[in-house]
């Protein structure tokens, strides 16, 4: 199974018709954290509301009351560190329909997927930076076509200046949540997405413990890299499934991190400081249909990592189905208000210590019930 389709797979799991069990109660880890302590993740910024990775985006996140905003990199032709999805990028920006860029068109495989279109690679940050942003799911996100055509692509120093500048207006740290995608495919092209990241954070002055950063990356040997570099924070992005035979051998590698067993937690825990896994996995469903934290929470949480959940949807098409409201509250994109916050919320008392989320403002209203429900 090739990665991007683990990606999607584990997204979609939790849609499967089960129930939440009356008496389902957090791990005992939940009541060391405090309500006003986890972290919303603005995921590619309000990307439920704006074209992801764009000003637009990442700034009605910031005024939403996200903590950290979140740039997916990839690399230009001449080795700048830019926001956007995936280095193919016909989907998320007009260059399809750019005459000049025609010859660019080409087929390439990418960590054992084959896609065609236009990739970042081959243009200079000069040529990107005429291109316009669009929807990447317009399917999905029908009512964010409106702001199509509006932003042009933003570089890591870029998001930076706008977590910074943010951070001054709001009164408040906006932190920044990059991760470095497709590392050994860039690294076989000759780029150092590492260094050039430790770079931008050095000049930032955010190249530290204590910077408001973590970095994620679904691959094990870029964080190991980092670790030995810096020390700013770091995240293991993961599914349920690692990659096939074929593409640990093409990138040369022999270790994974093991997610199942307390002694790969343990192992993991020295390059990493948390695991940013698919909601799915943080969540065991028994046979009778009811659901409960899994082992892995509360093992990761027995060896102090963090976790931060990706793939908490508030889309009705991609909520889990036992997530019900009534009446709804439908709102931008349809998307029932009342039963993403629910969601939202049921996740945060799974004992998790953030989230990453498409809809910033849902998160945050999520979170202040939790404090709600927590006062005298």
Known sequence: MHFYRWIICACCMLTAPICVRADMQPVD???SIAPAQLIVIAHRGASGYRPEHTVSS??????QGADFIEPDLVMTKDGVLIARHENEISTTTDVAERSEFAN???????DDEVFEGWFTEDFTLEELKTLKARERRPELRPDNVAMNDQ????????????????????????????ELKHPHYHESLGFDMVDTLLTSLDQ???????????VQ???PQPLMEIATKSTVKRIFLATRWQPDETVMARYG??????????????????????IGPSVDLLIDR??????????????????GLKLHPWGVNAEPSLLPTFIQSNPTVEAWNGVDERAAINWYQMVFELGVDGMFTDYPDLSIRARSNLVSSDSP
């Open 286 to 303: 028994a046979a009778d249909g009811t659901i409960a934290p899994s082992t892995l929470l509360q093992n990761a949480k027995q060896e």
């Open 204 to 214: 930032a002055g955010w190249n530290h413990r204590d910077a408001p950063v973590y």
């Open 29 to 31: 880890t939940r009541a």
């Open 58 to 63: 990442y700034q009605l996140a910031i005024e």
């Open 217 to 219: 990356c679904f691959w």
């Open 253 to 274: 590698l022999d270790y994974w991190p093991d997610l199942q067993s307390q002694s790969g937690l343990q192992a993991l825990s020295q390059f990493a400081d948390g």
């Open 104 to 110: 660019r068109r080409t087929t390439k495989t990418i």
């Open 151 to 178: 932003d042009t692509i933003l570089t890591l120093d870029e998001v930076i200046a706008i977590a910074k500048t943010a951070s001054i207006k709001m009164g408040r740290t906006i932190g920044i949540y990059p």
